[in-house]
C-alpha cells in the first residue's frame, strides 16, 4: 500500500533559526505532494504545494524541496517565528488512486523563544 | 459561509449508539472529503464526493460507518454501533473539484468521545 512518513516526531528550534521538516513517500508514482499545518484544535492548513516536475518551490518563508531519486520531500522554514509552532503533514497524491491523498502522521514543531 | 463547517465541535457518545457528524463544505465546491485523526497521527481517507459521480468509500473501515452527500452540499458521516476505537477527530474538506492537484479546505473537525 501507500506510505508516507516523517523521519522525526517532534523538532525544537530556536525562534529565528530556519527549521527543516523531511517526508518520506513510498509510491513512485505520486504526482503532487502538499504540506499542511496544524494548529492546536484546528484542521490542517494548506503551505505549500509541489508537482512531480519540479524539484523546488517557494512561498513566504517556506521551501519545498522534493527529491524523486530517493522519494524525499521536505519543509523548510526560514526565520521560524512562535507562530510556526504547530503539527506540519506532508501528504501525496497520485498513483492508482487519484482522489486521494495519502498523509504522513506529521512533526510537531516547537519553537522556542 | 467563509470556510468549511463542521458540526457538532465536540461529541461524546456511549458505546453502540449511533452518531451522525455534518460537514457544510464552502459554496461552490464540487469535491467533499471525510478523514479520521487519531490522537497523534496523521489523517486517514475515509470517503470521497465529487460532484454526482458515485463516492470513493475505500476508505471507511467497515459497514459501521456511512456517509451521504444530499445536493451536492451538505454531508452526514454517520457511524453506527460506536466503538471505543472509533474515538478520534473526524475532518471534513473541500475542494473546487477533485482533479489531481487541487487545495482542499478543512473544516476544524468533530471529536468524537466514545465511552
Known amino acids: 500500500g501507500e506510505s508516507v512518513g516523517l523521519h522525526l516526531p517532534t523538532l525544537s528550534v530556536q525562534e529565528g533559526d530556519n527549521s527543516i521538516i523531511n517526508c518520506a513517500y513510498s509510491?513512485?508514482?505520486?504526482?503532487?505532494f502538499i504540506w499542511y499545518k496544524q494548529e492546536s484544535g484546528k484542521g490542517p492548513q494548506f503551505i505549500i504545494d509541489i508537482r512531480s516536475n519540479m524539484d523546488k518551490r517557494q512561498g513566504q518563508r517556506v521551501t519545498v524541496l522534493l527529491n524523486k531519486t530517493v522519494k524525499h520531500l521536505s519543509l523548510q522554514i526560514a526565520a521560524t517565528q512562535p507562530g510556526d509552532s504547530a503539527v506540519y503533514f506532508c501528504?501525496?497524491?497520485?498513483?492508482?488512486?487519484?482522489?486521494?491523498?495519502?498523509f504522513g502522521s506529521g512533526t510537531k514543531l516547537n519553537v522556542k523563544p | 459561509g467563509a470556510g468549511v463547517s463542521q458540526s457538532p465541535s465536540n461529541k461524546v457518545t456511549e458505546k453502540g449508539k449511533d452518531v451522525e457528524l455534518r460537514c457544510d463544505p464552502i459554496s461552490g465546491h464540487t469535491a467533499l472529503y471525510w478523514y479520521r485523526q487519531s490522537l497523534g497521527q496523521g489523517l486517514e481517507f475515509l470517503i470521497y464526493f465529487q460532484g454526482n459521480s458515485a463516492p470513493d468509500k475505500s476508505g471507511l473501515p467497515s459497514d459501521r460507518f456511512s456517509a451521504e452527500r444530499t445536493g451536492g452540499s451538505v454531508s452526514t458521516l454517520t457511524i453506527q454501533r460506536t466503538q471505543q476505537e472509533d474515538s478520534a477527530v473526524y475532518l471534513c474538506?473541500?475542494?473546487?473539484?477533485?482533479?489531481?492537484?487541487?487545495?482542499?479546505?478543512f473544516g476544524p473537525g468533530t471529536r468524537l468521545t466514545v465511552l
Open positions: 501528504a501525496e497524491k497520485g498513483g492508482y488512486n487519484f482522489n486521494k491523498f495519502y
Open positions: 474538506a473541500s475542494s473546487f473539484d477533485g482533479g489531481r492537484a487541487n487545495e482542499q479546505f
Open positions: 509510491n513512485s508514482a505520486s504526482d503532487y
